[in-house]
C-alpha cells in the first residue's frame, strides 16, 4: 500500500486479556519500529527490526511484550496479561534501509486496558 | 482536519548560520507539540516539546497559536545539527507526524 498501515485503530480490552496489534509497512522497507506513547508524554521505544537481522528488543518493556516480523514484511506486537499502565497509542513506522528518506508513520492503535 | 505540515523536505545552512524548521499545524483543540529528531544510524528521539519550554542542544521552539506554528529554531548551526526532524502533535485522538525535514549542515 501506499503507507504505512496498523490494526485495529483502537481497541479496548480487559485487564489480564492479551492483545495483538497489527502493522504493514511500505513495501520495500526493510526497516520497520514499534513505538508507543502514553499520555502526555513522548514516544516511547519498544523494538526495532531491521532485514535480517535480530531485533533490537532492548526498549520493551517487560516479558509481557513480544513481536515478530514475518517475511521481513507485517509485524505484530503481543501484550499478555495486559495491565492499566499498557494503555497507549501504539505506532508503528517504517523506512527505507538507509533511513535517508526518514520515518513513514502508521496512524496508531490506542490501545485502552480497562 | 488534524495536519501537521513541515513544508521543507531539504533544508541546507551553512555551519554558523541560523536554523530555522517550520512547522504548522491544524487542530481544533489544544495540541500537545513536539520535535523529534533522527540523527544518522539512529533511532527516532524526543528532542523538546513546547510544555516544558526548554532548550535543548541550542533549540528552541515556541507554540505560536495565532499562526498555528511550532518553528524550530538555533541561532548557529552546527555540524552534529544534520539530521531528519519531525514535527508532531497529540491531540485527544492520536499522534500525527509532519514528514519531516532533512537538515544538511554545510561546512
Known amino acids: 500500500g501506499a503507507g504505512v498501515s496498523q490494526s485495529p485503530s483502537n481497541k479496548v480490552t480487559e485487564k489480564g486479556k492479551d492483545v495483538e496489534l497489527r502493522c504493514d509497512p511500505i513495501?520495500?522497507?526493510?526497516?520497520l519500529y514499534w513505538y508507543r506513547q502514553s499520555l502526555g508524554q513522548g514516544l516511547e521505544f519498544l523494538i526495532y527490526f531491521q532485514g535480517n537481522s535480530a531485533p533490537d528488543k532492548s526498549g520493551l518493556p517487560s516479558d509481557r511484550f513480544s513481536a515478530e516480523r514475518t517475511g521481513g514484511s507485517v509485524s505484530t506486537l503481543t501484550i499478555q496479561r495486559t495491565q492499566q499502565e499498557d494503555s497507549a497509542v501504539y505506532l508503528c513506522?517504517?523506512?527505507?534501509?538507509?533511513?535517508?528518506?526518514?520515518?513513514?508513520f502508521g496512524s496508531g492503535t490506542r490501545l485502552t486496558v480497562v | 482536519a488534524q495536519r501537521v505540515t513541515q513544508p521543507e523536505k531539504l533544508l541546507s545552512v551553512f555551519k554558523g548560520a541560523p536554523v530555522e524548521l517550520k512547522c504548522n499545524y491544524s487542530y481544533s483543540g489544544s495540541p500537545e507539540l513536539f520535535w523529534y529528531v533522527q540523527y544518522s544510524r539512529q533511532r527516532l528521539q524526543l528532542l523538546l516539546r513546547h510544555i516544558s519550554r526548554e532548550s535543548i542542544k541550542g533549540f528552541t521552539a515556541d507554540l505560536n497559536k495565532g499562526e498555528t506554528s511550532f518553528h524550530l529554531k538555533k541561532p548557529f548551526a552546527q555540524e552534529e545539527d544534520s539530521a531528519m526532524y519531525y514535527c508532531?502533535?497529540?491531540?485527544?485522538?492520536?499522534?500525527?507526524f509532519g514528514k519531516g525535514t532533512r537538515l544538511h549542515i554545510l561546512p
Open positions: 513506522a517504517s523506512s527505507s534501509p538507509t533511513g535517508f528518506d526518514g520515518y513513514t
Open positions: 513495501s520495500g522497507h526493510t526497516a
Open positions: 508532531a502533535l497529540t491531540g485527544d485522538d492520536k499522534i500525527i
